[in-house]
């Protein structure tokens, strides 16, 4: 109970029902008591011209001194239902005539309320307005109200010249025609009326707080529980949950805003998190890198001491240079380690991509020949040298195989590995590394990835709303992350970050006919791209002039276990591993930075049981 | 200084030192160990070394302290350091504390031998100099030092800032007089990465050694020196100005400069 009397709406409902409670009371309230006293002067009225009338009709019978017939007069309207007493006092203060018979003859004291208004400055007054002769009062208690009007009866030529002479020329006031009329009645009209505004007033102000209440609810309530619920989300560390408002009010404005908090939050989080996983990981190998280079260190010094002092020992000598060249190995390896937390660039020499191949074959055929795998080496001995990181590259090799050589278990297998020389056009494999707005946002989006790429993110505006698109970062590949298949009329591509418009005016897909999008693309030009996700169809000039390129092609399959379809689109992201306690997850993102930082791709195929392929390009040139 | 060493190994890896110990004594040195750096300044208090290797992380008393108290002692030995932890910063911050010569761990015994030729010779010429000092013989010169608003990391390399923003790279006279005559120069790629503290270029003597180059500036290289490539006599004729090896863009020169030694401090 106590939180229904908290809540906004609530109080909203009870501010306004107070509010139209406190105006329609005051509204009723004058209104009952102007309606009142509007009954009350008609009533007064009619008792006024009632007196009139009675003091008229009786004055030929005064003057002729007829009291049978007065009485009878006066005894006939006394009969009237809403009328209780018609007296006539006279001067002494003597009743002479009465609708109640009892009356005649009695005394009337001078204080009497009848007499008061006259009465009350002990010397009477002769001349009185209508509303200070009329009185309202109760005879007894809990009886109906009665109004009672005094008519002074004054004096006439024709009454002290009457031939009773009963009055005198100097009085000038004879008597007065005192008659009282029952207000029942009328008090019951002011009642039902009273009753009739009360029930409006009750009504009124019923209707209006359900009304409001009613909006209330659809405008504040409801969306701010919406916020509540997702602050509660985001307070529990879903940072995900997004609050689908599309309403154009503050609320609504309330909702987009905290929802572009949650998401700028949850990048901020992600970031976070990534940086304090490379910052643990650049802590750990700089561990590792000063432990074990110690060890190392004692064992290049001392081979390769013994290398000098055995060169007319050729058996032992090429023996030693293999201790040597792996250890010098090593030592690149701990380096690289380093570099990897520093994310450093590749040191590429000229070096033939089979004879890395070779090497790293070197290193684990053992471990192939105990798990009883057959390694298929399909290699193209005319394949040009090309300009990489051998050791990078060895490591990629390595890597690969060891994860191959995992998939396919102990019971045996093959694994391929093919290379060829390769001519593709840019088109389907060339990467979109960086994309920007016309006012030079970014546009890539390292938080979507599509296999390991990070996304171009656009956004579409419409009438309706806003949507989210995760464009494929590879030209003409059209893999796009998106919930649209066809541009609507209204809608239209801009920056999610500034708004602008992508689209590009004027310009229709010429496969198509759909609207065209643009952004740039720094030092390669503009990237065009079709609307349409059935058609495609894209452009990019600048990498299309440089015509068709020569790529090394590695291929390296195995019959293993497979990869799972919805772990394929994640096994290029750090720390994903599907080895669990066995692997760091560090693998494949390693080699796929290694390959990215060689302007190469890599990509992944595979059927669960049937087996998983790799495949690198490596462009034989780098693009200028 | 009764007794007298040519080296003086300090680390505190007992593998190292005999390692370190074995190749130099082959070579015909006189070699002094040290597990710590602590008994390394008492027997630096008793004896005379020629050159001094040090590692860098030790416990307790690291190769930086070490250094700084070898400086404060006045100790004109020169110090060659290494390290297991070989980050640049590393690197440059021992070249810049009075270090002769930075190798990373692990290394080849050609590579700390080379090294420790190098310090010899460079005891010999810082020698020389000084007898030429006191004989106030101002005629020979032994050795040029680098032009006056150039920067150098340790006594090898030299960087000059350029009007373009671009530094130009090479090495000192000082550093070619440690090492018998260059025979030939191996240089890196156009468009390649150089980074502070690390090989740039390699110098291959006429007795055959190898001598690593360390950049004092990371950056891109734009521009080689094909002339010195060509003719390498170009280089020991005129190292500051003919004999420059790269020009680079740097990546982040003006934080990088305050950790090389400028070089108009030499004239004070």
């Known amino acids: ?624 | 200084m009764n007794k007298q060493f040519d080296i003086l190994v300090i680390d505190d890896e007992q593998v190292i030192i005999d390692a370190v110990n074995k190749i130099c004594s082959a070579e015909g040195f006189k070699v002094d160990t040290s597990i710590d750096a602590k008994d390394a300044l008492e027997k630096l208090s008793k004896y005379s070394y020629k050159i001094i290797v040090c590692d860098i992380m030790m416990p307790d008393f690291d190769g930086f302290e070490f250094l700084d108290e070898i400086m404060r002692r006045k100790i004109t030995s020169p110090v060659i350091m290494t390290t297991g932890y070989s980050t640049v910063e590393n690197a440059v911050m021992s070249l810049y504390k009075g270090a002769i010569d930075f190798i990373p761990k692990p290394f080849t015994a050609d590579e700390i031998l080379n090294s420790i030729i190098r310090a010899m010779k460079y005891s010999e010429v810082q020698k020389m100099l000084l007898a030429s000092h006191i004989q106030e013989d101002d005629a020979t010169i032994i050795y040029v030092p680098c032009p006056a608003k150039y920067y150098r990391l340790g006594y090898s390399s030299w960087a000059e800032e350029e009007n373009a923003g671009s530094i130009l790279i090479g090495v000192t006279d000082l550093f070619l007089k440690t090492i018998e005559g260059v025979e030939e120069i191996e240089f890196q790629k156009i468009d390649e990465e150089i980074i502070q503290g690390n090989q740039c270029a390699s110098i291959k003597s006429k007795d055959g050694l190898a001598h690593n180059v360390l950049s004092p500036v990371t950056g891109r290289i734009i521009e080689r020196n094909e002339e010195v490539l060509k003719d390498v006599s170009i280089l020991e004729k005129d190292p500051y100005f003919n004999g420059w090896f790269y020009r680079i863009i740097p990546s982040e020169s003006e934080y990088e400069l305050k950790h090389l030694i400028p070089c108009s401090s030499d004239r004070l």
């Open chain 1, 1 to 624: 109970m106590k939180t229904m009397f908290n809540k906004i709406g609530f109080k909203l409902i009870l501010a306004v029902g107070v509010t139209a409670l406190l105006t329609i009371g005051i509204f009723s309230y004058f209104n009952i008591h102007s309606h009142s006293a509007s009954l009350l002067a008609e009533v007064e009225l009619g008792a006024n011209q009632l007196s009139e009338t009675i003091i008229h009709s009786t004055r030929y019978d005064m003057l002729l001194n007829q009291r049978d017939r007065i009485n009878k007069i006066i005894n006939t309207i006394g009969e009237q239902p809403s009328i209780r007493t018609v007296r006539v006092i006279n001067k002494s203060g003597a009743i002479i005539y009465s609708s109640h018979q009892a009356d005649i003859g009695r005394m009337v004291d001078k204080n009497e309320e009848s007499c008061y208004a006259c009465h009350a400055a002990n010397k009477p007054l002769e001349r009185l307005p209508i509303k200070r002769r009329t009185r309202i009062f109760r005879p007894v208690q809990s009886a109906p109200r009665v109004l009672g009007i005094i008519s002074p009866i004054y004096n006439e030529e024709s009454c002290w010249q009457a031939d009773c002479h009963a009055h005198q020329k100097s009085q000038t006031v004879l008597g007065v025609l005192d008659i009282t009329i029952s207000l029942e009645e009328v008090d019951k009209q002011i009642q039902k009326s009273e009753m009739e505004i009360i029930i409006f007033a009750i009504t009124a102000v019923l209707a209006l707080s359900f009304i409001i209440g009613f909006f209330v609810r659809r405008w504040v309530v409801k969306p701010v529980n919406e916020l509540l619920k997702a602050t509660n989300q985001v307070g529990v560390g879903n940072l995900n949950y997004t609050i689908k408002d599309r309403r154009k009010d503050e609320l609504g404005m309330l909702a987009r805003s905290f929802n572009n908090m949650t998401q700028k939050l949850s990048e901020a989080r992600m970031q976070l998190f990534q940086s304090d996983k490379m910052a643990s990981l650049g802590r750990l190998a700089a561990g590792v890198a000063h432990e074990i280079n110690n060890p190392l260190t004692g064992v290049l010094t001392y081979s390769s001491f013994l290398l000098k002092r055995t060169e007319n020992n050729p058996e032992l000598h090429e023996d030693l240079k293999v201790i040597v060249r792996e250890t010098k190995r090593s030592r690149e390896i701990v380096k690289s380690l380093l570099d990897f937390a520093r994310q450093s660039v590749p040191k590429k020499n000229e070096a033939n991509i089979n004879e890395i191949i070779e090497r790293s074959v070197l290193v684990i055929e053992n471990q192939l020949t105990i798990n009883h795998i057959k390694l298929n080496k399909n290699l193209d001995l005319s394949l040009p040298t090309i300009t990489v990181d051998a050791n990078q590259m060895q490591q990629v090799f390595i890597n690969l195989i060891v994860n191959a050589a995992d998939a396919v278990g102990t019971n045996g297998g093959t694994i391929s590995i093919n290379t060829a020389l390769i001519t593709l056009s840019p088109y389907g494999i060339t990467h979109i590394k960086k994309a920007i707005c016309p006012k030079r946002h970014d546009l890539t989006d390292n938080e979507y990835k599509i296999d390991g790429m990070p996304s171009i993110k656009l956004k579409i505006l419409s009438l309706a709303g806003e949507d989210i698109v995760h464009f494929d970062p590879v030209y003409g590949r059209n893999r796009h992350l998106t919930n649209i298949t066809e541009l609507k009329n209204d809608e239209k591509v801009v920056c999610p970050q500034c708004n602008t418009s992508l689209m590009e005016e004027n310009v229709k897909c010429p496969k198509c006919g759909s609207a065209v999008i643009s952004f740039d693309i720094p030092t390669q030009g503009k990237f065009e791209s079709c609307t349409s996700k059935s058609c495609g169809w894209q452009r990019w000039d600048a990498v299309d002039n440089e015509g068709k390129r020569e790529y090394i092609e590695i291929k390296l399959s195995d019959t293993g276990c497979g990869i799972a379809k919805e772990d394929l689109a994640r096994i290029f992201e750090p720390f994903f591993s599907t080895k669990g306690q066995k692997g760091t997850g560090l693998g494949l993102s390693v080699i796929w930075g290694i390959i990215d930082n060689h302007n190469g791709t890599i990509s992944v195929e595979s059927i669960i049981n049937k087996g998983t392929t790799f495949t690198i390009h490596l462009p034989l040139r780098q693009a200028r």
